[in-house]
């Protein structure tokens, strides 16, 4: 069921979502780039709830030095 955009903010209110994606998201531009460790690829971070620079922070901070921190690389793998 799709909501207006009154339902949406009203959601976003009490909700917090932090996405993060190893492939940046085709056709919009609702994700932030960050470049984590000493890889060349970067991870795409986007957010509901929560201020995306918060967000993108909160990402940058996670432990591990790669790109995908330790607890999203197990989340990945948990997920296949």
Not at 35 to 42: E, I, M, P
Request: glycine content about 8%; overall charge positive; charged content about 20%.
């Amino acid at each position: 069921m799709l909501k207006t955009p009154e339902q949406n903010e009203r959601a976003s209110s009490f909700l917090l979502v932090i996405g993060a994606d190893k492939n940046s998201f085709q056709g919009t531009d609702h994700a932030t780039e960050l470049r984590r460790g000493n890889g060349d690829r970067s991870l795409y971070v986007s957010a509901v709830g929560v201020p995306i620079a918060q967000a993108v922070f909160n990402s940058d901070a996670m432990h591990g030095p790669n790109r995908l921190s330790t607890i999203l690389k197990r989340v990945d793998q948990l997920s296949r």
